[in-house]
């Protein structure tokens, strides 16, 4: 009896052995010690794609910014074997001297005027492109074309518009019974024509931005706008500007940032003169340190361009962003 209950339980526990599946994973150890192995290679093979990179990014990035700060405590002329320490004496002689806060007070202007000026004649322009007239592809092109020209030839083709004796502009005054003025070489007008220059050359990067913008706004919405009675002007006011919102906060640091770093048209067309009078930030760095080979100085003024551009981004993204719709 005993001897046959324990062949049925023998048999019972063979055929629910035969019917359990086998485990494809193997152990509990060994699925932990594969995911293990899984896991290093994802973070081996991250490394092998991101640690160049990195070292590419710190090596012409972050180490030449290290190299600036120490620079700004030091007085060096590039010829002298080392740097010497003079501590914060560099940014003291900046704020003791008016010609720097006369030149930050200017490239303060140049960035206001540029930047507000781009976007809202680049805004206009977008919105007359997206009427699809006959030709706009054409004009789209001629309006993009200044974004892929050198900064050398842009500052070319202007000086002679601006000539006031064979240019552009002598033209258009003597049409109004007027003299042109000389645009490049009074101070009253040098500033004011590198500002025309930098807005012709912006304009039509900000105008196809914009463009592609507006295009993404869905067609139901500009319909149930017109449904409710609501006009041009009323459209543009609650629709397609809020909406362009992202866009426009894009812009608005890109344009930033690039006005403050412009240099290739105020070296071709001016050289920061006449008197100083085009002289931003941007050249008051360079002709320190390459015109009157003080390092320190220029290194310092560096990083007081780099506080004030970390400042206005930051309040960008901290105030202006809130207002952003996605």
Same mark, same amino acid.
């Given at each position: 009896?005993?001897?046959?209950?324990?062949?049925?339980?023998?048999?019972?526990?063979?055929?629910?052995?035969?019917?359990?599946?086998?485990?494809?994973? $193997?152990?509990?150890?060994?699925?932990?010690?594969?995911?293990?192995?899984?896991?290093?290679?994802?973070?081996?093979?991250?490394?092998?794609?991101?640690?160049?990179?990195?070292? +590419?990014?710190?090596?012409?990035?972050? =180490?030449?910014?290290?190299?600036? /700060?120490?620079?700004?405590?030091?007085?060096?002329?590039?010829?002298?074997?080392?740097?010497?320490? *003079?501590?914060?004496?560099?940014? &003291?002689?900046?704020?003791?001297?008016?010609?720097?806060?006369?030149?930050?007070?200017?490239?303060?202007?140049?960035? !206001?005027?540029?930047?507000? !000026?781009?976007?809202?004649?680049?805004?206009?322009?977008?919105?007359?492109?997206?009427?699809?007239?006959? $030709?706009?592809? !054409?004009?789209?092109?001629?309006?993009? %074309?200044?974004?892929?020209?050198?900064?050398?030839? /842009?500052?070319? /083709?202007?000086?002679? @518009?601006?000539?006031?004796?064979?240019?552009? %502009?002598?033209?258009?005054?003597?049409?109004?019974?007027?003299?042109?003025?000389?645009?490049?070489?009074?101070?009253?007008?040098?500033?004011? #024509? +590198?500002? /025309?220059?930098?807005? =012709?050359?912006?304009?039509?990067?900000?105008?196809?931005?914009?463009?592609?913008?507006?295009?993404?706004?869905?067609?139901?919405? +500009?319909?149930?706008?017109?449904?409710?009675?609501?006009?041009?002007?009323?459209?543009?006011?609650? !629709?397609?500007?809020?909406?362009?919102?992202?866009?426009?906060?894009?812009? *608005?640091?890109?344009?930033?940032?690039?006005?403050? &770093?412009?240099?290739?048209? @105020?070296?071709?067309?001016?050289?920061?003169?006449? #008197?100083?009078?085009?002289?931003?930030?941007?050249?008051?760095?360079?002709?320190?340190?390459?015109?009157?080979?003080?390092?320190?100085?220029?290194? #310092?003024?560096?990083?007081?361009?780099?506080?004030?551009?970390?400042?206005?981004?930051?309040? &960008?993204?901290?105030?202006?962003?809130?207002?952003?719709?996605?």
């Amino acid at each position: 009896m005993s001897s046959g209950a324990s062949d049925l339980g023998s048999r019972s526990a063979l055929s629910v052995g035969a019917r359990r599946p086998a485990d494809p994973g $193997g152990t509990a150890s060994e699925r932990r010690l594969g995911a293990v192995r899984r896991r290093r290679r994802g973070y081996l093979l991250f490394a092998a794609f991101a640690l160049p990179n990195l070292a +590419l990014i710190a090596v012409f990035s972050y =180490w030449p910014i290290i190299e600036n /700060i120490y620079l700004s405590f030091t007085t060096w002329d590039f010829i002298s074997p080392q740097a010497d320490l *003079v501590g914060l004496l560099n940014y &003291q002689a900046l704020f003791s001297n008016w010609t720097f806060p006369e030149v930050l007070l200017r490239t303060l202007v140049w960035v !206001v005027v540029v930047v507000v !000026v781009t976007l809202v004649l680049g805004l206009a322009l977008a919105l007359l492109f997206a009427q699809r007239i006959r $030709g706009t592809a !054409v004009v789209q092109t001629l309006a993009f %074309s200044p974004h892929v020209l050198s900064g050398a030839a /842009i500052a070319t /083709i202007w000086l002679l @518009i601006f000539d006031p004796h064979h240019g552009l %502009s002598r033209l258009v005054f003597d049409a109004f019974g007027a003299n042109s003025p000389a645009w490049t070489t009074d101070g009253s007008w040098a500033l004011w #024509a +590198l500002i /025309i220059v930098s807005i =012709w050359k912006g304009l039509g990067f900000v105008a196809i931005v914009y463009l592609v913008g507006i295009q993404q706004i869905p067609a139901e919405v +500009l319909e149930a706008a017109r449904i409710d009675g609501a006009g041009r002007w009323t459209q543009f006011r609650r !629709v397609i500007f809020p909406l362009l919102s992202p866009t426009t906060f894009f812009l *608005v640091i890109t344009q930033t940032i690039s006005a403050f &770093q412009a240099f290739d048209v @105020i070296a071709m067309m001016t050289g920061g003169g006449p #008197a100083g009078s085009t002289t931003t930030l941007s050249w008051f760095i360079y002709d320190a340190a390459f015109g009157r080979t003080d390092v320190g100085t220029s290194s #310092a003024a560096s990083m007081i361009m780099f506080v004030v551009l970390m400042a206005i981004t930051v309040l &960008q993204f901290r105030f202006v962003e809130r207002r952003v719709h996605y």
